[in-house]
Structure formats: C-alpha cells, structure tokens
C-alpha cells in the first residue's frame, strides 16, 4: 500500500506571496490532519479534516486554510506569507480521527 | 485549553543503558497516547501507543505506562542501540469528539557507543 505522499517536497517563496501545498493519503484513509513543524516548537496542529468536512482547526491565524477533496486528497493554503512561515508542514493521514497518524515526508517551506 | 508537557528536551545515555521519556497532559478527556520516532530528515513513525484502559504496553525494548490519575504517560526503552538516536514525539488525542492530536515538544535522544 503507497504511503502519504506530499507534494512539492521543497517550495521556496517571497514573504506576501502565497503557496499551496498537497497530501494524498493511504487508500482507504478518510481523516487528513495537517501540521507545522519548526525547531524547538514540535508539531503545531493546523487542522483536521474527515470527508471533507473540517473536524477541527489548531490556533493559527485566518491566513492558513485547508480543504479535502470527495478522495480524501487534501490542500493547504497559506496566503499573504511570512518569515514566520517558514517550517516543515507535515500531513498526516488515518482510517479515522483519533486512530494512529500516518505521516508524509512534509514540504519545506522557505519564507524569504 | 489542552497542553502537552514533556520532559527531558534532550537525553543523552550509553548503550545498553536505559531511557525514560515523561510525558503529562491536561485534557482529561484524552484517551489515545501515541509515541513517535523521527530521525533526522525523516518523518516522524509510530513507534508504540496505549489506550486509557490499559495501564502499560510493551513491545521488545519498548513499553509505555500511563497513569490517567496523575495524567501522565512515559516511554521507556531498554538495551539503548545507536539507531535508538532520535527525536521523540509524545502525544494525546481523544477517539471521539474532537479528533485533535497534541503533541509535545519532543526529545532529543542520543544514544553514546
């Protein structure tokens, strides 16, 4: 079975721009959940989303926003960007909310 | 609102020594306490979970406890190997509601030859 996959891997950006990154989950998987890893910080929640309805969103400002598609594939989009955006933005995919995480390899994003 | 604490950040033993790695969390709804491994460049695996009906879990060198009371979880890894050398990640979720992982702000292990 293909694992998360994540695209692109490597995105480099100019800050007021905006980007959009993908995840497709696991066959089979409903539940994708987004999250932003930086140094000294873990893994910050973004949002969770089951057939493609928003469960969930972490505390990151309006900027940051998802969808998920009839299967299951996922979008992030974070506009307006910032130096402080710059991170690892993993996704994570699972049968369903609450069930162990599966993750990608993440898109680093590089705010300039 | 919900909080993850773990400690320590980082933890350097010998090989063959012990790690314990100390989670404790808020929410006491939380019933789903997942541990992650990431090496470096890697992403971050699965590595042993428990449920709050379960006190401990073992899995070869690796076993969690969890103590709902006090509302904390550990990781414990014996017979520490080099490739143990990693970051991490505690974790707590509920199965219902509201679907939320948070995660800790992880451990750096180094395991000396």
């Known amino acids: 079975k293909a694992g998360v996959t994540q695209t692109p891997r490597y995105l480099i950006k100019t800050r007021g721009q905006q980007v959009t990154l993908s995840c497709s989950p696991i066959?089979?998987?409903?539940?994708v959940s987004w999250y932003q890893q930086t140094p000294g910080q873990g893994l910050q929640f973004l949002f969770e989303y089951f057939s493609e309805t928003q469960r969930n969103k972490g505390n990151f400002p309006g900027r940051f926003s998802g969808r998920q598609f009839s299967n299951s594939r996922s979008e992030m989009n974070v506009s307006t960007l910032e130096l402080g955006d710059s991170a690892l933005y993993l996704c994570a995919s699972s049968i369903t909310g609450g069930s162990p995480l599966h993750f990608g390899n993440g898109t680093r994003l590089t705010v300039t | 609102g919900e909080n993850v604490e773990q400690h320590p950040s980082t933890l350097s033993v010998q090989e063959g020594d012990s790690a314990v790695i100390k989670c404790t969390y808020s929410d006491s709804a939380s019933n789903y306490f997942p541990w992650y491994k990431q090496e470096l460049g890697k992403r971050p695996q699965l590595i042993i979970d428990i449920r709050s009906n379960v006190g401990e879990k073992k899995d070869q060198r690796i076993a969690v406890t969890l103590n709902k009371t006090a509302k904390h979880f550990s990781l414990h890894i014996t017979e520490t190997q080099p490739e143990d050398s990693a970051v991490y990640f505690c974790?707590?979720?509920?199965?219902?509601?509201?679907?939320?992982?948070?995660f800790g702000t992880g451990t750096r292990l180094k395991v000396l030859a």
């Open positions: 066959s089979g998987h409903r539940s």
């Open positions: 974790a707590v979720s509920t199965t219902s509601g509201t679907y939320k992982y948070i």
